[in-house]
């Protein structure tokens, strides 16, 4: 236990004094709908770099204010499709979302897809970027999305690219949005209560991040190494 809070503090001391923004959290209301709250956000979404084919983000908000998470009896629906292939569909936002597998154990940096067996390991680390001119071509570009995106491609699609921030943080679940239950959301598989990439990007070489050990989004260097989860539109 005490090892797990070190290392949490010691992320947390990692990550650069970068002002919170809402984006489009998710919060639930008496009635038992989702209201996403969405706020001004001044980034980037940095969709053609990150294998984004259309521009449907701005719909995002508009489907998760009107979709009911409990029906007129009461009862909880049930928000996650399993679709037996190493994916899951998330019933908010219409979104196909990678799992991740493996017991949680060490992190571990790969540099290449030819040491990295398993893009879906939940122990791997990713950079966004390799440095100037920071672009998109990190190991998170050239190792997860590049297997993922390759002939026979990955759950019979090849468009899968990083969430951008707003997507990212439809994930943290709505009961429990200061994290108090960590990794703080139902996907299945595995979750890090840790830092995950999007595909928004701001100034001074920063992109967004979701921290799933306290629900904040923040930003980091692009060049650090963090978690990463794939999503691609549905269906």
Known sequence: ML???FALVFVALL?????AQ???KITVTSEGFLSTGCAEDPHTDNRAATGATQDHVESI???LNTISRTNPNGVTVDRWTENGDGTATDKLTG???ELK???QAASVVY????TCPDPHDSNNLYSWSTGSPWNFDGTVATVVLEQLNTEPCFGNSCTWRLPTIDELQTLIEPASPDCSVQPCTTIPGETRANVYWSSSVVPLRTVRIVTFFSGAATGVRMTLNYWARAVRDGP
Not at 111 to 114: L, M, Q, R
């Open 61 to 63: 908000a508009g489907r």
């Open 101 to 103: 597998s493996g017991a």
């Open 3 to 5: 090892a797990r809070v």
């Open 15 to 19: 990550l650069p004094a970068f002002p």
């Open 111 to 114: 540099v290449d897809k030819a």
């Open 95 to 97: 979104l196909i979302w």
């Open 22 to 24: 809402a984006g489009c």
